[in-house]
């Protein structure tokens, strides 16, 4: 599938497309360029209406990675502008420019911040109503609602990937090896559950959590099974 990253050279982008290069024609639509030389790559902001048009022509899937930031609870105006920005508005504008281009297969990385902290982790599952208390989360979670309206209005089928802490695979693997019960996502798992998103036979709108705890004890990704065949890969060394 030919497929268009918005936000590509950024944390989530960098750690996925080497895993996803491989099965997919990928562009990069970022500011910054990718550390891949070989991915093709549109500078551009996703402020820029015109640039996104053009990002988008050819392309069959976009995947919306763009991130605001985190303020861990603590923020100030500039954070609410930045968030409501990149979460909602420009996410907003992409997929109508998507639309409008034709495309039907959409994909958001939000993330389990849409909940709040919990001190046994998220077991209830994907059925929990997020609570975000801060505008990270909030606007993440309204995000979800913007790929909702699109998939109605439009017919598209966009999945939102609740991802929990997106991380390298050797990162992941050092914490599995020191001992520590590891629930992030690690990249190979993150990449794969974006390729079954665009690509699962699903319709609508929908939003699963993604997770590397295997075991189901504190993430359960029931959801993802279900809808996308997904369910974590990495495993603690031998």
Known sequence: MRVLLVGGSG???AMSTPYLKQE?????FD???PRDSTLEYFAGSVADAAAVRRALEGMEGVVYMAMGRSADGKYDCRDIDVNYDIHVKHLHRVLH??????IKRAVYTSSMSVYAHRPNGFAEGDDTPPDAPDVYGFTKRLGEIVCEHFARVHGMAIVSLRLNGPMPLEDWLAAARAG?????TAAPDVAR???LALTAPVRGAHAVNIAGD????RVRCT???ELLGWEPLARPPA
């Open 97 to 102: 420019a998507a639309a409008e281009a034709g």
């Open 31 to 33: 500011l910054a360029p």
């Open 214 to 217: 295997y075991l189901g004890k």
């Open 180 to 184: 520590h019960v590891v629930t992030q």
């Open 223 to 225: 959801r993802a099974k």
């Open 11 to 13: 944390f989530v982008g």
């Open 24 to 28: 997919h024609a990928l562009r990069i």
């Open 193 to 195: 559950s974006i390729s």
